[in-house]
Every structure is written in C-alpha cells, then in structure tokens.
C-alpha cells in the first residue's frame, strides 16, 4: 500500500489542522493506521491509532482531548483533525499502515509510510 499525507500548514496556537492520509490499494480497510509526528532534533513520537474498522482508537496523552483520528474507509483515507494547536505540536507527521486486527503505538510496528506533512505551530 502506498501512503500520502497531506494537510499541514502554519497555524497559530490555539487554531486547527486537518490532516489527511490517502491510500493505494484495495485492502485499505484490512489495515490499522497510525500518525506519527517528529520534530527537528528528536525522535519520532507517536500520536494516534485507529483500527481497521474505526471502532477503536489510542492516543498520546501529549494529544488527548484535542487530537481526533478517524477513516473512511470507501474514501481510504484516514484524518487526524487536530484542535486547540500548541508550539510543541509544531513536527513533521506522518502516517502508517500495518494489515493487522490490532492497534501499535511504535513505528517499527508499522510496514508502510507516507512522505510526511510539515505542522508549524506559531506562538
């Protein structure tokens, strides 16, 4: 499966991004999802995870309550509606795919990803 994010952007703290992951493939729902988020000079971190059916997702806690992941799965496509935005948000992020029935919170889980989305959070 081939992943493209897409969505980024700068935004002032406190605004709101919508990131979107479309999928090649015809096995999308078959997969879980995952957005991943790195910042410069870290590590990459992991952000939230959906199911392949969308009845069950995980988050960081850095991004509970203001981070929602979902997908459509006729679209394949996968969101990450990001509200209430803070510098520390600010990251390349990106997404992930494993065909598997359950959800992994670490990349290496993961065996396919996209190019990234560049997030910029201004204070």
């Known amino acids: 499966v081939q992943l493209q994010a897409s969505g980024g952007g700068l935004v002032q703290a406190g605004g709101s991004l919508r990131l979107s992951c479309a999928a090649s493939?015809?096995?999308?729902?078959?997969?879980?999802m995952g957005w991943f988020r790195q910042a410069p000079g870290k590590e990459r971190d992991f952000v939230a995870a959906i199911s392949w059916t969308g009845a069950t997702t995980y988050y960081a806690d850095s991004v509970k309550g203001r981070f929602t992941i979902s997908r459509d799965n006729a679209k394949n496509t996968v969101y990450l509606q990001m509200n209430s935005l803070k510098p520390e948000d600010t990251a390349v992020y990106y997404c992930a795919a494993r065909r598997t029935i359950f959800l992994f919170t670490t990349g290496a889980e993961y065996n396919y990803w996209g190019q990234g989305t560049q997030v910029t959070v201004s204070s």
């Open positions: 493939g015809r096995t999308f729902s078959s997969y879980a």
